[in-house]
Structure formats: structure tokens, C-alpha cells
């Protein structure tokens, strides 16, 4: 078998007809639309003190030790993090940059049939290696090939191996929701004038809630980052997502590891007494 070279297409870039263009095109910046990275959709924030009534009087001494305590601190609900899957290997956008794609965002398209309410899977992607599951579906994911012709003929007639960029379809999917409740219980004790005493115990992330970043939302479909295919091998695989690639010798790859999350955001519970004088 021969070597298929196909650099003569990349070099092509910006020629053909325009409906090929993805968000990499200048004069379309419109598909690259979107969600912000650090976008949240719902935020809600309970911050709230409650002053505890006095038991005793002033003027006895065990009003010091009794009287003075209040409640307090701050309850965060908020929508997670918007994300799109990725792909820097070359299997996306290579009529343009080849594989060597490390300044625009290639963005994976979604598979026929599959809108982003199919491709998750309800999960967060956490404890994959237990019980848990990814939260994406790979099968739902696949290439934009173009067909040897295309571009108005600048894609040589024996090359299948030619991907265009996704239309759209940036952060099109969102973690889980974040959820996190600080609390502190304060006491103010008064010596004299000009000098107080307040303790203070905090416990931060009281319900010890887990929240977490996007799962891995690369993927890499061009494994060894090879620039020339064989002709007469198989472009795409088939059988992603079904737990094995029934075409192996396939020039890209399926997608392995993705929805898979494997950070947190948010930090355990954690407790502490503090004395602070005041003066």
C-alpha cells in the first residue's frame, strides 16, 4: 500500500464553498457562539446572622458566658460549568491545520441522531472505577469527514481523510450543580471598653458535599498524531462506545476516557477554633 500524502488539501484553507466554514473561519465567528467557560446560569446566595436572644441579665456574671452568641454564614446553590468536547490530535479541522491544531478550538460534533440531552448520561462522571459511570456517551460523538471532492474539488478524489470543524455546538453541555454551606457559631465578649474577645467555630463545607470540575472533554482520535493515512484504510471507526473498536486498523480512533471526571472543585469539610482579641 501507498502513502497518501494530503497536504495539498490542507493548503487550501479559505477556498471552497463557505457552508464548510466552522467556528475556526473568521467570517464566521457566529458558530462559535456560546455559553462562557465560566458561565452560571442560576446563582443563589443565602448569607444570613441570627442573633441569639438574651438569657440572662447584664448585670449577673454568667450573662458573659451565656449571652452573646449568634449564628451565622453563607449557603452557595449555583448551575456547574459549561464544556464542550475537544479534540487536538488532527481529527477535527484537518483540511486546515493538519495535526498540528493548537490554536483554535476543535470541537467534536455530535453523532446523527444524538442531541446533548442523549449524549450525557446523567451522571458526573465521578468514581468511574467503582460503581460510577462517565457522564458522556461516546457513540454520541464522531468526525466530520468530508468527501473526497468536496470543497468544490479541492480535496482530491482518492483522499478520505479530510475533517472539517463542527458548526456550533460550543458548551453545549454543563456539570452538575454546586452546592456548598459555610457555617459559624460566634460569641463577643466584652471586657471593657476598648477590648473584646470573640471566638469563633467554623466548619466550612458542613454537609461535606463533593463539587465537581468538567469531566475530560478531549479526546484524541488521532492517537499518534500521524499526518499520512493509507489509502485504502478505513477512515472512520465503528462500534464507539459499544466497548471495543471493531475496526482497528482505522486511521482515526474512538473516543476513550471521555465524560470521565477526575477533580474536585470544592474542598472537604473542614473544622476550626479561633480566639481573637480585639482592641
Known amino acids: 500500500m501507498s502513502a497518501l500524502v494530503s497536504d495539498q488539501a490542507r493548503l487550501l484553507q479559505g477556498v471552497g464553498d463557505d457552508r464548510h466554514a466552522g467556528p475556526a473561519h473568521a467570517q464566521h465567528l457566529r458558530d462559535a ?4 467557560d465560566f458561565d452560571r446560569t442560576h446563582v443563589i446566595n443565602f448569607n444570613y446572622v441570627f442573633q441569639m436572644p438574651k438569657v440572662l441579665s447584664d448585670s449577673l456574671m454568667a450573662s458573659k458566658v451565656i449571652n452573646g452568641w449568634a449564628l451565622q454564614g453563607i449557603t452557595i446553590l449555583q448551575s456547574g460549568q ?35 440531552q442523549r449524549a450525557k448520561t446523567g451522571a458526573s462522571g465521578a468514581f468511574t472505577q467503582g460503581t460510577g459511570k462517565p457522564a458522556l456517551l461516546a457513540s454520541c460523538f464522531t468526525l466530520p469527514l468530508l468527501p473526497p471532492g468536496d470543497l468544490n ?12 470543524f463542527t458548526s456550533g455546538q460550543r458548551n453545549i453541555f454543563r456539570q452538575s ?18 477590648m473584646n474577645v470573640r471566638y469563633s467555630f467554623d466548619v466550612f463545607n458542613l454537609t461535606n458535599t463533593t463539587s465537581f470540575d468538567i469531566p475530560i472533554d478531549n479526546v484524541t ?6 499526518p499520512y493515512p493509507v489509502q485504502g484504510q478505513a477512515a472512520a471507526p465503528t462500534g464507539c462506545g459499544q466497548g471495543s473498536n471493531t475496526t482497528p486498523a482505522s486511521f482515526f480512533n474512538c473516543p476513550t476516557g471521555l465524560g470521565v471526571t477526575t477533580h474536585a472543585i470544592s474542598s472537604p469539610r473542614q473544622i476550626q477554633m479561633s480566639l481573637k482579641l480585639q482592641f
Open 33 to 36: 457562539y456560546g455559553s462562557s
Open 82 to 116: 459549561p464544556y464542550s468536547v475537544v479534540d487536538y490530535s488532527g481529527a477535527v479541522g484537518s483540511i486546515f491545520y493538519g495535526v498540528a491544531d493548537g490554536i483554535t478550538n476543535p470541537i467534536v460534533p455530535l453523532a446523527p441522531g444524538c442531541t446533548p
Open 177 to 194: 450543580w454546586q452546592r456548598r454551606a459555610d457555617v459559624s457559631v460566634v460569641k463577643d465578649l466584652q471586657f471593657k471598653e476598648k
Open 153 to 164: 474539488g479541492g480535496i482530491p478524489a482518492n483522499d478520505s481523510y479530510e475533517t472539517n
Open 221 to 226: 482520535q488521532n492517537g499518534g498524531y500521524n
